[in-house]
């Protein structure tokens, strides 16, 4: 009998060890809800959220030292976070677009910037690269902690509201004012 007491209690005792090591790895493998940016510098916020947007599942690339490149269904952001000290943050969502030839550097997508610039509040248009590439700009701000959702979101914001600047456009603008990918995926994928 006493054997048999010693013997379950030592189970006991290594199941309750066993479980002791196995969670550890468990919470740091967990799908995150939130990113939390509080105290770091942009660079160091941007590999958080790198991290956590992987965790979460989405397909997301580094860009660059502060910048991460994310898809949200057909459409490619680059995400970077603006960090204040004061602890009023911001992340930067921007998407961008080449100019054909034919329209860079023209009057008309000059006046097409201001105009959007001008009735717009959900973004900023940028004439980058000698008019070759339009850059579009939102931002969302926050306060050291933000949650995936709500981030996702913000995104889908964004993108609808490209999407009627782009039903409001002339006919045929499509064919001149295209999305660049910022990011390569596989062949075949």
Same mark, same amino acid.
């Given at each position: 009998?006493?054997?048999?007491? @010693?013997?379950?209690?030592? @189970?006991? @005792? $290594?199941?309750? %060890? ?11 493998? #967990?799908?995150? $809800?939130?990113?939390?940016? %509080? #105290? &770091? ?6 590999? *958080?959220?790198? *991290? $956590? ?25 680059? @995400?970077?976070?603006? &960090? ?21 550097? %023209? ?5 097409? /910037? ?10 900023? !248009? !940028? ?7 339009? =850059?579009? =700009? ?8 933000? %949650? ?5 979101? !913000?995104? /889908?914001? *964004? ?7 782009? *039903? ?11 999305? /660049? ?9």
């Amino acid at each position: 009998m006493r054997k048999l007491l @010693l013997l379950s209690g030592l @189970l006991v @005792l $290594s199941a309750c %060890s066993a479980t002791g090591t196995e969670t550890k790895p468990a919470v740091d493998n #967990a799908v995150p $809800s939130t990113v939390d940016m %509080s #105290a &770091m510098t942009n660079e160091q916020a941007a590999e *958080t959220l790198y *991290t $956590s947007l992987i965790k979460a599942n989405y397909l997301v690339t580094k860009v660059g030292p502060s910048r991460v490149a994310v898809q949200l269904g057909d459409h490619q952001f680059v @995400l970077q976070p603006s &960090m204040n000290a004061d602890g009023i943050d911001r992340i930067l969502a921007n998407r961008f677009y080449a100019v054909h030839p034919q329209l860079q550097g %023209s009057k008309e997508l000059l006046v097409m /910037i201001g105009q959007l610039n001008q009735k717009l509040n959900f973004a900023k !248009f !940028f004439i980058r690269e000698n008019g070759a590439v339009i =850059q579009v =700009q939102s931002s969302a701000t926050f306060v050291n902690v933000m %949650s995936l959702e709500e981030i996702r979101r !913000f995104l /889908i914001w *964004t993108d609808e509201g490209l999407r009627q600047v782009g *039903t409001s456009m002339p006919e045929g603008t499509e064919k001149l004012i295209k999305a /660049i990918p910022v990011m390569q995926h596989p062949q075949g994928v």
